[in-house]
């Protein structure tokens, strides 16, 4: 059964950071794409942040460039989101994802991910 546990979300001030990390089990990992969203109450998921099997490729949404950055190690099944400088503008649930099998889809895609966990919650207080 495969699985992804999101954990070390929380409460934070603005221009605090966070690490966020998904814990993956059950499957490889290791050769597919994974990947961050997030998701306010009663509105769309967005897509943040996704990192390549290798780890060699990373993309991420303009809202968030410069201060998220996106990880994983394969060794350990895990991926990352370190998030600095963090605004109240980025309170959202947290979601891990992963692709089932390598795709062509692109990377932003909710379309591309088969795999989520149960999202983790982030607060940033102003």
């Known amino acids: 059964q495969v699985q992804l546990v999101e954990s070390g979300g929380g409460l934070v001030q603005a221009g605090g950071s966070l690490r966020l990390s998904c814990a993956a089990s059950?499957?490889?990992?290791?050769?597919?794409?994974m990947g961050w969203f997030r998701q306010a109450p009663g509105k769309e998921r967005e897509f943040v942040a996704a990192?390549?099997?290798?780890?060699?490729?990373?993309y991420y949404a303009d809202s968030v460039k410069g201060r998220f950055t996106i990880s994983r190690d394969n060794a350990k099944n895990t991926v990352y989101l370190q998030m600095n400088s963090l605004q109240p503008e980025d309170t959202f649930v947290y979601y891990c994802?992963?692709?089932?099998?390598?795709?062509?889809?692109?990377?932003?895609?909710?379309?591309?991910?088969?795999?989520w966990g149960q999202g983790t919650q982030v607060t940033v207080s102003s």
């Open positions: 059950g499957r490889t990992f290791s050769n597919i794409a």
């Open positions: 990192i390549s099997w290798s780890g060699g490729s990373t």
């Open positions: 994802t992963a692709e089932s099998f390598p795709s062509t889809t692109k990377s932003t895609m909710r379309s591309r991910y088969h795999y």
